[in-house]
């Protein structure tokens, strides 16, 4: 999983979500009562859709891919060779562990969503379908829509801010990775242009990883790559990306 929430990533979802609610709201307040079933569905439908895509989301930027693959490949890292290391490193589930609890408070809440929602269908839901629960005017109107279109947000967004409260390190091992002497290209969501800003990088010949940190939203972010040569990669990047690579964990002086 590629996705974090960070503070700007919730703020920006706050924003979209009001604007989808706002559009809603105003589409149904002027359609036929017939045709607000359908409405509503629509509704949920994108409601699934964006919050999945912000789940799972997973290819870097396109503009800045194609800048990064322009140049010379130097080396690719593929899956299979990736998955036989992890197995190895037996302290790699011990630092998942906080990222699948965060993972697992986002598929509860569209777990609480779907059943808040079909709870409150025959007493809030088909009322306002059906056009009979209008009798107090368009303010009454406004109100259930409210109810009916911002508890699923309101449920998502208190899930995702538990889930950052969760992760203090959030840790995306690459499947693989493709290196070039313009930069990294790595799955899921990993792209970095040489040479080499705003990340620290450190190597464990140990657990065979090179990985990629930097502080992000209070949450310490590491983008690692497994590969059975660290060194090369480390040599790579320190002389292509004109960065240190620092030894993790350092050694005791």
């Not at 960070?6 to 149904?28: M, P, Y």
């Not at 994108?46 to 503009?63: D, T």
């Not at 010379?72 to 998955?83: A, D, F, G, W």
Request: charged content about 20%; aromatic content about 12%.
């Amino acid at each position: 999983m590629s996705y974090y929430p960070t503070r700007r990533g919730l703020l920006k979802s706050v924003a979209i979500s009001q604007g989808i609610i706002s559009l809603f709201i105003v589409i149904n307040l002027f359609v036929p009562s017939e045709y607000r079933g359908i409405i509503t569905t629509a509704y949920f439908i994108v409601f699934i859709a964006i919050f999945s895509y912000s789940m799972y989301r997973q290819k870097p930027k396109g503009s800045l891919t194609r800048d990064i693959v322009s140049g010379r490949k130097l080396l690719t890292i593929k899956q299979e060779e990736v998955s036989g290391l992890q197995t190895k490193d037996l302290e790699l589930v011990n630092e998942l562990k906080p990222l699948l609890k965060a993972s697992g408070l986002s598929i509860l809440s569209m777990v609480v969503v779907m059943l808040w929602f079909f709870a409150l269908y025959p007493t809030l839901v088909r009322p306002y379908i059906t056009g009979s629960d209008f009798s107090n005017g368009i303010v009454k109107q406004v109100l259930d829509l409210l109810i009916l279109y911002e508890v699923p947000v309101v449920i998502s967004m208190s899930m995702q801010f538990l889930s950052r409260k969760l992760m203090r390190i959030y840790l995306n091992v690459l499947r693989s990775a493709e290196v070039y002497t313009t930069g990294i290209v790595g799955l899921p969501g990993f792209a970095l242009k040489f040479p080499v800003e705003s990340y620290s990088v450190r190597v464990n010949y140990v657990r065979k990883f090179v990985e990629f940190v930097k502080k992000e939203g209070g949450v310490e972010v590491l983008h690692r790559i497994y590969c059975t040569d660290p060194e090369r990669l480390a040599d790579i990047i320190s002389r292509y990306g004109k960065v240190k690579v620092e030894k993790y964990p350092k050694p005791l002086s």
